[in-house]
């Protein structure tokens, strides 16, 4: 470099060095509870909270919110907002900050320089910049299944850890925006290890009853299973999240800034002073400590955080000021955890809470209860996706890929984090930013898709053969795939996620009249051919010839995967064996099922009339649909809401059936047998009952929806029977634990009900059921997607499956959740929900296990083959298991990833209530690690919190005094037995979280 002028020699410098990854600096840390300021005692200690709220899409895209782009919808850039703040921060040690949502996060730490990351490492360490929450996005409660929860939490975790060691461990939950709060999301964030949880929205009345009572803050006791280590501080924020009225000084807010120069006439100090002291000290009237917390912050605030902390510094100042007089108001920066670590110093006695916030009405007729359905196909596919996600890690686990697939885990991965967004899943969301959350789940299940291909490359050889490559068929739902309905033998891999081995049924379109089929051991396997309903081979956007489905039923190991062969077969006799018997209902009842189970359709209505169990019992259970009209509206007040996204208000209280007449067809054969009902032109529904199956099959399809006459819908399935419920019935939350609901009833607060019929809707993610004790019967209803159901009626169940409507509901999306599909009409929505009819005693036995199987389904993938099948079985293996024995049926793998250099994630999962089966499968049960698969041996385990961000060993909470009884120790403290079997006991309804580590000979597929 002779002869190079020094500029340019400085210059390159410079370049070189920043091209360098970052390295650690490992400086003492003042991050966390240490670097709390105090507050002074006697005096009222206002915690200021700065903050910023940022929607991972709502009104714009992820990435249109990212850039700050088609900002004639919202003024909002995210990279703006962490531009600012950090700049602000580097000038003044007493500022401080806090961040949630990881995505965004990640994105902008990905584009900074090295000196600007050293700064941020800087800020995070001594405490100014504090992540909160650190979920890849801040959840929904209501919709989201309790294994995207974990996924996406752990995945924000792994990123704030990796980077930024302990101080990167957010400490406290942040459930600021979300529209009603789950008591499943409580107790996943307790075994997360959060010390506290603090809420912006409840219901008005609930929260006018704790203003008055003082019971703004307590302890969540959010399981009845695991006792403590469930339990959470959780407060009520004053101010939703939003500052006070007329203290916002973000540049996107009209408040008076305060004007200090006592030369201007419009010197205001004195009077803002006043004002913020009056409005500090009501607010803290509704509390029970000396302290405070006051949120100074909104919806992608900051873009301009000088102007922000320009005005509080003046806050600061001229309040602490008035301390010289007397005033006892003292205002500092401070943090969530700063606060709640304040509140437990205080030493105060707690009151406690053990039902949830469901639902939330933010007026007397605004029940935020029509989300809990809105946009169906969007949840239907997120549930799928995350199936998807779980199948592609676990192959990429048991294949043990290299890190060049860890990229295409992670697109899926991340995309499905995104989807469980507040403004995602729940459908309230615009409509081009749900199209923007299909197209990345789309595109990442792509990509996951050549993990799994490259994952059976490894498994799939017996010999040196390259297997062909898989082929996915992806429109399976609306009875499309390709590979099936062509010329050629197919070879279809299905892969058993669960982790015991299932009978499983698959229905594969096809469009001959007869098929060959062979078991994984070359020996023939029966299957029948069911007709395609005209319905569904009418679906928009539908490119099929196929007109029947081929059943079969496949028996399939745990964790693994087994080979079946389609050909086309000109054996007559064949064709005959899986013909199914096609006739029209023939008489004033039709008798339709198995052993088990059957069903009794009225012969004049059409409709089910009844279901027939072995024991000899005949239940008498009508289900029928209905739709309720949604209210039109301008919102200009109360009584004018309109039902729209968020809101479901129907204009009403008695819905009306879609049709009094109802078409039947009568399938019958070897496998299944089904009942094809029509309703009307858009809504239709096979009703199906599998040989060994247990439970009925309703499979319906809603839609386009009509809405003439300027008359919005609300669609529901209904189930009347005589059951005495007492006004009583059950829903899950988030798939796992099931809260008991009352008609007309909240558990904590007397309830003025203004919408009868919204006002008891709850969300469902998994079931909801009815008991009548007197007749020892169980009704239970399984989803296979996140609705809204209630029971209006002793005996009463309904769901609502779709809704299509006309006017918005002033909440903020600015549209009418009016959707339409691929042919410019109304939506069409095919999905399903499993009917179990069981003594209440077994019924726990039965529904759980249907609602992991709903959860994990099977996933198929095909290949073309030419020559034999046991060509196939000498080169390639029809049989694979990847554990050594299947786990226990109380026990569910919940997570089987690859972690870091030679590890692997694994939580394993008690997923019974101890209420369930008290003598058997309630009861806790031992699983050994050491001998548990097939492919690699387990050298070293380690437990760590449910979010796999902390040594469970090393990790402790804070402890609360509540009333009723003194302050216990929360912690769940279990080291693993050190014996070469690695021993674990699971009790009912617990998660435990490992990392494994594995030998490096581990065998080599």
Known sequence: MEGLPKLYLYILFCTLAASKPLKQEKPESTCGYQSCLKGKPGMLNIHIVCHTHNDVGWLKTVDQYYYGANNTIQRAGVQYILDSVVQELRHDPNKRFIYVETAFFWRWWQQQHDHVRHQ???????????????????????????????????????????????????????????????????????????????????????????????????????????????????????????????????????????????????????????????????QAGLYQTNHLIMTMGGDFQYQSAHSWYKNLDKLVAHVNSRQKNGSNVNLFYSTPSCYLHALNQANKTWPTKSDDFFPYASDPHAYWTGYFTSRPTIKGFIKQSNNFLQVCKQLDTLARLGPMEAGDVTALREAQGIAQHHDAVTGTEKQHVANDYSQRLASGIRQCEVTVNDAYRKLLPQAKTKPPTQIFCNYLNISQCNITEGEQPVAITIYNPLARPINHYIKLPVTSNAYKVIGPKGEPVAAQLVPIPPAVQKIPGRVSKATSELVVNVKLPPLGFSTYFIKKSNNSHLAKEQMSEVFESRSEEEIVGNKEVAVTIDGKTGLLKSMNLSNGMKFPIKQAFYWYQGMNGNNSEFQFRASGAYIFRPNGTTPQPVSQNVTVTVVKGALVKEIHQTYSPWLSQVIRIYNSSRFLEMEWLVGPIPVKNNTGKEIITRFDTGLQTEKTFYTDANGRQVLKRVRNERPTWSLNISEPVSGNYFPVNSRIYLKDKSKDIQLTILTDRSQGGSSLNDGSLELMVHRRLLSDDAFGVGEALNETGVDGHGLVVRGRHLIVLSSISNAGKLHRPLAEMLMLQPWLSFATYTGSERDWAKQFKTKFSGLKRPLPPNIHLLTLEQWKGNSVLLRLEHFFDRTDDPDALSKPINVTLKEMFTPFDVVNVTETTLGANQLLKETSRLTWNTEGSSASNNDRQKDIPKTPDFNVTLSPMEIRTFVVALSDDSKQI
């Open 120 to 282: 941020v490492q800087k800020l995070v360490r001594n405490g100014q910049l504090e992540f909160i929450s650190g979920g890849w996005s801040m959840n929904d409660e209501a919709t989201c299944h309790y294994n995207d929860i974990i996924d996406q939490m752990t995945w924000g975790f792994r990123r704030l850890s990796d980077t930024f060691g302990s101080c990167g461990i957010p400490r406290i939950g942040w459930q600021i925006d979300p529209f009603g709060h789950s008591r499943e999301q409580a107790s996943l964030f307790a075994q997360m290890y959060f010390d506290g949880l603090f809420l912006g929205r409840i219901d008005y009345q609930d929260k006018e009853k704790r203003e008055k009572t003082k019971t703004m803050e307590m302890v969540w006791k959010a399981s009845d299973n695991l006792g403590p280590v469930a339990d959470l501080f959780t407060g009520i924020l004053p101010n939703t999240y939003y500052p006070p009225s007329g203290f916002c000084y973000d540049i996107l807010c009209d408040n008076i800034p305060i004007m200090d120069d006592t030369r201007l006439h419009d010197y205001n100090v004195e009077e803002r002073v006043d004002k913020f002291i009056k409005i500090a000290k009501d």
